[in-house]
Antibody
Framework: EVRLVQSGAEVRRPGESLKISCETS????????IGWVRQMPGKDLEWMGI????????RYSPSFQGQVTVSADKSISAAYLQWSSLKASDTAIYYC??????????????????WGQGTLVTVSS | VLTQSPGTLSLSPGERATLSCRASQSVTSTFLAWYQHKPGQAPRLLIY???NRAPGIPDRFSGSGSGTDFTLTISRLEPEDFAMYYC?????????????FGHGTKLEIK
């Protein structure tokens, strides 16, 4: 069974750093892209960035380039999303999601076929 | 840009639901997906390539369309189908990826 389990809710102050995780199991972690999606309160889903764990190839949405860092640790089948300096506007639920397609083909024109349960990040002074 | 309509759809169990997703420019249907999202849960892939059901998705869910107009149809609503629904286009170029979501349709119990 494919599972993506995200770390728990976080509360931080503006300017603080944060790294949230997405632990995966049930498939070959290195064979699929892992993406991150933001949902601000009452707003739409927004794709942020994506990483291919086998070679750490990483791509970002222009809206999030330079604002966050997406990474993966294939030794423990986990993906990460991190901020160096949070803003109040980063308050949102963040989802990790697996890119579908054939394992190991590095296909990127694929939907997100499995998702994590979401991590609520609250940034408030 | 993906525009979904209606914003909210109020129906009763057993009825048929038709949800629309319109793209601002023609998209390849191969790269159009639909998701179901319930509060506090992980989004769930329903349809990919515009008309293919994801594994485990009941056959009351179907997708259709091409070009700029796509439709998700739920033939006979079950109580568990009331949720948010998003369409998504996945495309762009290898260097500049685009995984764009629509604004969503809320399917609520009438």
């Amino acid at each position: 069974e494919v599972r993506l389990v995200q770390s728990g809710a976080e509360v931080r102050r503006p300017g603080e750093s944060l790294k949230i995780s997405c632990e995966t199991s049930g498939y070959s972690f290195t064979g699929h892209w892992i993406g991150w999606v933001r949902q601000m309160p009452g707003k739409d889903l927004e794709w942020m960035g994506i990483v291919y764990p086998d070679d750490s190839d990483t791509r970002y949405s222009p809206s999030f380039q330079g604002q966050v860092t997406v990474s993966a640790d294939k030794s423990i089948s986990a993906a990460y999303l991190q901020w160096s300096s949070l803003k109040a506007s980063d308050t949102a639920i963040y989802y990790c999601a697996r890119g579908g397609g054939e394992e190991g083909k590095k296909q990127w024109l694929v939907p997100f076929d499995f998702w994590g349960q979401g991590t609520l990040v609250t940034v408030s002074s | 840009v993906l525009t979904q309509s209606p914003g909210t759809l109020s129906l009763s169990p057993g009825e048929r639901a038709t949800l629309s997703c319109r793209a601002s420019q023609s998209v390849t249907s191969t790269f159009l997906a639909w998701y179901q999202h319930k509060p506090g849960q992980a989004p769930r892939l329903l349809i990919y390539s515009a008309s293919n059901r994801a594994p485990g998705i009941p056959d009351r869910f179907s997708g259709s369309g091409s070009g700029t107009d796509f439709t998700l149809t739920i033939s006979r609503l079950e109580p568990e189908d009331f949720a948010m629904y998003y369409c998504q286009h996945y495309g762009g170029s290898p260097e500049y990826r685009r995984y764009t979501f629509g604004h969503g349709t809320k399917l609520e119990i009438k």
